[in-house]
T-cell receptor
């Protein structure tokens, strides 16, 4: 059981390049989300999804796109990378229920935009 | 989701109990209190959660006040490996949405 898997672990991009951060979970969780964490700061929610075909914006969605075509995968796309998007990105998943479930996090993708 | 307030940082001597407070004065009756921790930029790790009763598991205890406006996470015998940022989160999950909003957390340093 792999849990939440994020790829790649490290990435360097040039300004203006595009890329997709991958996130996959094998726990059949309906809910998935993406966070970014900047040095010395807490996690900020970018986008989240409550099920296949359904996505919504979090606290800091600008510059990022997401889609959820399957339950297992929730990719995060940067269409035109900017230095301000240098950060550590975490993906999380959880299953529905009235507060009786935990969120599982991946180990992060460290992105540098130069 | 209700907002939480935590101290920015705390120290604890190794082997002693670490008591981490959290205020959530605007919590509603159907919101749960969750605690996570993040060790050295790894992905956050779930610790414990509760609604109104005190809870205990193999990692920690959670004490929630009777009015539910504050709670305390207790690590009974802190070790150096417990040095981390601890996040207190109030969360209501319903079928139409589920998002976890993190605050800045408390940076706990366990000192030898």
């Amino acid at each position: 059981n792999a849990g939440v898997t994020q790829t790649p672990k490290f990435q360097v991009l040039k300004t203006g390049q595009s890329m997709t951060l991958q996130c996959a979970q094998d726990m059949n969780h309906e809910y998935m989300s993406w966070y970014r964490q900047d040095p010395g700061m807490g996690l900020r929610l970018i986008h989240y999804s409550v099920g296949a075909g359904i996505t919504d914006q979090g606290e800091v969605p600008n510059g990022y796109n997401v889609s959820r075509s399957t339950t297992e995968d929730f990719p995060l796309r940067l269409l035109s990378a900017a230095p301000s998007q240098t950060s550590v990105y975490f993906c999380a998943s959880s299953s529905p229920g009235r507060g009786n479930t935990e969120a599982f996090f991946g180990q992060g993708t460290r992105l540098t935009v130069v | 989701d209700a907002k939480t307030t935590q101290p920015t940082s705390m120290d604890c001597a190794e082997g002693r109990a670490a008591n981490l407070p959290c205020n959530h004065s605007t919590i509603s009756g159907n919101e749960y209190v969750y605690w996570y921790r993040q060790i050295h930029s790894q992905g956050p790790q779930y610790i414990i959660h509760g609604l109104k009763n005190n809870e205990t598991n193999e990692m920690a205890s959670l004490i929630i006040t009777e009015d539910r406006k504050s709670s305390t996470l207790i690590l009974p015998h802190a070790t150096l490996r417990d040095t981390a940022v601890y996040y207190c989160i109030v969360r209501f999950t319903k079928t139409s949405y589920d998002k976890v909003i993190f605050g800045p957390g408390t940076s706990l340093s366990v000192i030898p």
